[in-house]
């Protein structure tokens, strides 16, 4: 079938990979605008825009897929499908009628759970311990159409959103393959989502990932793991942000008793105080340095006795 592969993070890049492997022909990538970003500020592209482009496939990447002119050129491309993962832009009904097969979404995932932006980050932060991938076919609604197929995926006790969202990608890939070729033998059908098990997944801004201490150890541990990579978890100690690494929880502290956000250094080891029990430091990156353990940044700021992390 003739595609027109819609997608920008690097997520979406080993989808376009396995349906230029298919027997599909992807004859064009709908991706969103080149984006500013790092300290210059310079104009970057999309992972999905560059990947199209080292294939020689043309890249339509309109302000908002509501455009004429780009409604007009999908017209002209007659895609019979159109498969979607994490555009990020809502796609209008006019674009969505085009396709005679209609936009296939990969959703990161079990539908209907986990409904919007950041699914993954979602599912880590909840303590889920089983996740996955859905395909469906797009509509008006927020992420409500009906079910082509799913995969699961384990949730690990160490993964972060990152690591979570890298596998699923991976495996997210063959089942929207496996979706295109059965919508083109008519093996799948879609099935109406579920009216019960709905649950939101907003997309996560910085304010979200500063970390809660006065929280249980556990939930501390999730939050930080969720906001891993993206938006990154951070704290104010002494009134600088300083990001937070994945922190480990269990069992291993001896010291005095912790307030939520005290510290505790020694010389191998950063622990602190939750609304439970302590949680050691991993890694740290204080504002406007590179990561470093954070045994070596609590040496280099001289971290006493009675100091702690705060939100403000």
């Not at 029990?277 to 504002?287: A, E, K, M, N, S």
């Amino acid at each position: 079938m003739r595609l027109v592969f819609a997608g920008t993070p690097q997520a979406a890049v080993p989808s376009l990979d396995a349906l230029l492997a298919s027997s599909h022909e992807v004859v064009a990538v709908l991706t969103r605008p080149d984006a500013r970003a790092g300290r210059g500020r310079s104009l970057v592209q999309s992972p999905v825009r560059r990947r199209a482009q080292e294939e020689g496939i043309e890249v339509l990447a309109p302000e908002h897929p509501r455009d004429p002119d780009f409604l007009e050129r999908l017209r002209q491309l007659r895609p019979e499908v159109c498969p979607v993962v994490a555009y990020g832009a809502l796609v209008p009904p006019a674009a969505l009628a085009i396709p005679a097969h209609g936009w296939v979404n990969l959703h990161f995932s079990l539908l209907p759970a986990w409904r919007g932006a950041a699914p993954v980050q979602h599912a880590v932060m909840a303590g889920d311990e089983v996740t996955g991938a859905t395909t469906f076919r797009l509509e008006a609604g927020l992420d409500t159409g009906p079910v082509y197929g799913m995969m699961t995926e384990q949730v690990r006790p160490m993964d972060t959103a990152g690591d979570l969202l890298e596998r699923l990608a991976v495996g997210g890939a063959g089942l929207l393959a496996a979706t295109i070729d059965g919508i083109e033998d008519g093996s799948v059908q879609p099935v109406p989502q579920p009216v019960e098990g709905v649950s939101f997944a907003p997309k996560l801004g910085v304010a979200d990932a500063a970390v809660r201490w006065d929280r249980p150890a556990t939930a501390v541990d999730r939050q930080v793991r969720g906001c891993t990579p993206s938006p990154g978890a951070w704290s104010v100690f002494r009134g600088e942000r300083v990001k937070i690494g994945p922190v480990r929880t269990g069992e291993g502290y001896a010291g005095p008793r912790l307030a939520p956000g005290e510290l505790a250094a020694g010389k191998r080891e950063v622990w602190v105080g939750t609304g439970s029990v302590p949680v050691l430091l991993t890694d740290v990156r204080p504002h406007g340095k590179k990561e470093m353990p954070a045994a070596a940044w609590a040496r280099g700021v001289r971290v006493e006795a009675g100091d702690r992390f705060s939100d403000e």
